[in-house]
């Protein structure tokens, strides 16, 4: 398919199951308590563009639905989605797909997890589960995953999920107070299909 943003909308079937996992949408009021918990975090935004944020910012920015849309309509939007583990309904983390605007047939992939539930799989599982939708239920051509080289457990989910390291961009951003030197994964369609054979 070309580089064009003519494909139907993704509007999966809710909730996309895994093995442990449910990703649903997100619950703009009902979700932001346990979303609080680990946004709140110097930790868990040390290498990611959010900043640690109050109840009431979180709240506030999850008012606007774009935040939490679970349908892909047009180039340039989000999906965002919660991931909650199957057996008990808990929210462990929630997982963006970036429908690229400037190329239509790309997208960018996003995570954070709990770190009361880091280190079980369950951002990996995550990332399949939307390698999946990205390819499987909306035709994209490339999805990358973009990461801070001084975070290697998110290089260690990207590699897991089948994804490539194609770049390391040295000391390309000022980012958090100091360079950051960006690190670019990558998987194309055929590559996740070859490795689904
Ligand atoms: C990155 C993150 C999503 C990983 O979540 P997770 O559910 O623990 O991920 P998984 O369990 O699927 O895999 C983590 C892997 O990293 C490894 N890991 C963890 N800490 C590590 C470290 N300091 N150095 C190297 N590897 C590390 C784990 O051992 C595991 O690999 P393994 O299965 O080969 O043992 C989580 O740490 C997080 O939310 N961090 C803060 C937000 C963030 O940085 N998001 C990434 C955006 S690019």
Same mark, same amino acid.
């Given at each position: 398919m070309a580089d064009d943003d003519t494909r139907p909308a993704m509007a999966p079937d809710y909730p996309v199951e895994t093995e442990r996992l449910l990703l649903r949408p997100i619950d !703009?009021?009902?979700?932001i308590d346990a979303m609080h918990a680990y946004r709140s975090r110097e930790d868990v935004c040390r290498y990611i563009p959010p900043v640690p944020v109050t109840r009431e910012q979180l709240a506030a920015t999850y008012a606007d639905p774009e935040r939490s849309r679970?349908?892909?309509?047009?180039?340039?939007q989000i999906l965002a989605l919660a991931i909650v583990l199957r057996?008990?309904?808990?929210f462990v983390g929630d997982i963006i797909l970036i429908w690229s605007?400037?190329? !239509?047939s790309n997208g960018e992939v996003g995570y954070i997890v709990d770190p009361e539930h880091q280190g079980r799989g369950y951002a990996t599982e995550a990332v399949r589960a939307v390698l999946a939708l990205a390819f499987?239920?909306?035709?994209?051509h490339r999805v990358v995953g973009r990461i801070d080289a001084r975070n290697p457990a998110s290089g260690r989910v990207l590699t897991k999920a089948g994804m490539r390291q194609e770049a390391v961009l040295v000391e390309n951003e000022w980012f958090k107070g100091e360079w950051g030197t960006e690190v670019d994964f990558a998987i194309l369609e055929r590559e996740w299909r070859a490795q689904r054979a």
């Open positions: !703009p009021v009902g979700d679970s349908v892909l309509t047009e180039a340039g057996e008990t309904g808990r605007k400037d190329h !239509p499987d239920g909306f035709g994209l």
